[in-house]
T-cell receptor
Framework: NAGVTQTPKFQVLKTGQSMTLQCAQD?????MYWYRQDPGMGLRLIYY???????DKGEVPNGYNVSRLNKREFSLRLESAAPSQTSVYFC???????????FGSGTRLTVV | KNEVEQSPQNLTAQEGEFITINCSYS?????LHWLQQHPGGGIVSLFM???GKKKHGRLIATINIQEKHSSLHITASHPRDSAVYIC?????????FGAGTRLTVKP
C-alpha cells in the first residue's frame, strides 16, 4: 500500500547513545517532515525538507540532524540521546498545493 | 497564549449526536489542516482548507480566515468517530498544531 513507512516502531536508548530513525514514502511527494509529539502538547516540527537536497530547521531542531537521502527517504538522527528526547516521532510527506499530509505510524522512543 | 487553541479539550457524546469542535489561531495562515489521531496513535489527514467549507461524508470543516477560526462538525456521530481531532494552521511549510480535542462517542 502507498504511504509513509517509519522504522523502528519502538526503541529504548540509554542516555548518550545515538540512533537514526528511518522514513520512506512511495507517493513521489516533494516535501517531508519530522515531528515529535509529547503528552498534552501538539505535534512540533523538528526538521523538514521542501525538496530533494534541501533541509530546514523547524520549531525544535536542537539535538537532531536530518538527511534527505533522495526523494523517497528522510532520516532523523539523534547523535547523543537525552531523556528530554523521549517522545513519539512522526514522519510525514505531502505534495504541493492544498493537499493533506500523509503520516507514518510513528516511532515511540524512550531514553533512559 | 498558545498560537492554536482548540475547544473543548474533551468531549463525550451519545451516538447520533451532532458534534462541533472549534479551533482559534493567532498567526497568519494560508490554509488550515484538520487531522484525526486514532487511539492506536495513527494520524490521518481529514481536510486542508483555505476558505469556506469542505465536506467529506459525515464530516464538515469550515474556516473564517478574517476571524481566525475554524470548526469541524460531525453529523450522526458513531463510536468509530472516537479519536483525537487536531487542528493545524499552515503557512510556508510550517504547521502549528493544537493540542487536540479528545472525542468519545458512546453507543
Amino acid at each position: 500500500n502507498a504511504g509513509v513507512t517509519q522504522t523502528p516502531k519502538f526503541q529504548v536508548l540509554k542516555t548518550g547513545q545515538s540512533m537514526t530513525l528511518q522514513c520512506a514514502q512511495d507517493m513521489n511527494h516533494n516535501s517531508m517532515y519530522w515531528y515529535r509529539q509529547d503528552p498534552g502538547m501538539g505535534l512540533r516540527l523538528i526538521y523538514y525538507s521542501a525538496s530533494e537536497g534541501t533541509t530546514d530547521k523547524g520549531e525544535v531542531p536542537n539535538g537532531y540532524n536530518v538527511s534527505r537521502l533522495n526523494k523517497r527517504e528522510f532520516s532523523l538522527r539523534l547523535e547523543s540521546a537525552a531523556p528530554s528526547q523521549t517522545s513519539v516521532y512522526f514522519c510525514a510527506s505531502r505534495d504541493s498545493g492544498l493537499y493533506g499530509y500523509t503520516f507514518g505510524s510513528g516511532t515511540r522512543l524512550t531514553v533512559v | 497564549k498558545n498560537e492554536v487553541e482548540q475547544s473543548p479539550q474533551n468531549l463525550t457524546a451519545q451516538e447520533g449526536e451532532f458534534i462541533t469542535i472549534n479551533c482559534s489561531y493567532s498567526v497568519g495562515i494560508s490554509a488550515l489542516h484538520w487531522l484525526q489521531q486514532h487511539p492506536g496513535g495513527g494520524i490521518v489527514s481529514l481536510f486542508m482548507l483555505s476558505s469556506g467549507k469542505k465536506k467529506h461524508g459525515r464530516l464538515i470543516a469550515t474556516i473564517n480566515i478574517q476571524e481566525k477560526h475554524s470548526s469541524l462538525h460531525i453529523t450522526a456521530s458513531h463510536p468509530r468517530d472516537s479519536a483525537v481531532y487536531i487542528c493545524a494552521p499552515y503557512k510556508n511549510n510550517d504547521m502549528r498544531f493544537g493540542a487536540g480535542t479528545r472525542l468519545t462517542v458512546k453507543p
